[in-house]
């Protein structure tokens, strides 16, 4: 196939583009910088950008491109579904929404349709599950969460990152290994960021790729075993972060433990109740009993 350039839009290496190995792409993309930048013959990369759709939107606007309302749509549609309906999203993200809506004239009408965020039967499962089967850490105020599910990893990171929980990790089994889904909250991304620093070490350690955002990253790694992940990952994190985990498993409350007491001490007294049934005498006077119960 002959062709003058390849575009390479929203994937920073050449993994996550693999089979495809172009030599001196161009480079659109607002995910953390990886091996693609330095083969890029031009790019425009910036992470602060909403999603690789605004900047293809910044391109047509600096170039004096019309947007027809054909192309407004998908751009507008990916820019919405990347920032969670522009949920925090950068002055300039929003300003770019704005004169997306404006461009789409009659096909405004297909919007809805194609944002329509009612979750799939399984994406609710994937939710579930990845809560119930999450393993826990915790050090000071900032919690970890790992855990596994067969597809919707993004779903059930979501689901553990509503729950409160800092970094969550979605392991699922790929046919050459595992995939590690991430998304960390605001409070991790200040300490390390998942795109730049984690995931490639992931990577870097059971062979694979990985990369993403400061806050959302997916790493494909050639290791089938999700307990070493998780053992290299929470060492990782400790040495990194300078903070100790600890599991955090279920504890009962000392008011539980309390209420355990006294069911312990009402047996007690029912067993005493029937010696004294049995043989009168045995435990003193009966009515003392009586009194307790
Ligand atoms: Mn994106």
Known sequence: M????????????????????????ILVDHHEPDNLASRAVASLVDTGAGATAEL???????????????????????LLDDTGFLMGAAPRSVTAAVDLVRALNDRSADLPQLLDQSRASGEQSARALGTLRASGYRAGDLFVAVTHVGGYET????????????????????ADGLRVTMRASKAFVEH??????ILPALAEEFGGDGGGHASAGVAELHE?????????????????????????AWEQSSGLKWLGSIHRCRILLI?????????????????????LW
């Open 271 to 291: 067993l005493l109740w029937t010696a004294e049934e049995a043989c009168p005498g045995l435990c003193g006077e009966p009515t003392f009993f009586g009194l």
């Open 2 to 25: 002959t062709h003058d350039a390849v575009v390479v839009l929203d994937a920073p290496s050449a993994e996550r583009i693999a089979p495809v190995d172009p030599s001196s792409p």
């Open 192 to 197: 390390r960021s998942l795109g730049g620093d």
């Open 56 to 78: 293809v939107f910044r391109l047509a606007d600096a170039g004096g491109w019309e947007l027809s309302p054909e192309a407004a749509l998908p751009l507008l549609v990916g």
């Open 224 to 248: 089938e075993s999700i307990d070493e992940v998780e053992a290299f990952l929470i060492a990782h994190l400790e040495s990194e972060l300078g903070l100790t985990f600890a599991t955090v």
């Open 155 to 174: 779903a059930a990171a979501h689901a553990l990152r509503d729950a409160g929980i800092d970094l969550a990790v979605v392991c699922s089994e790929q």
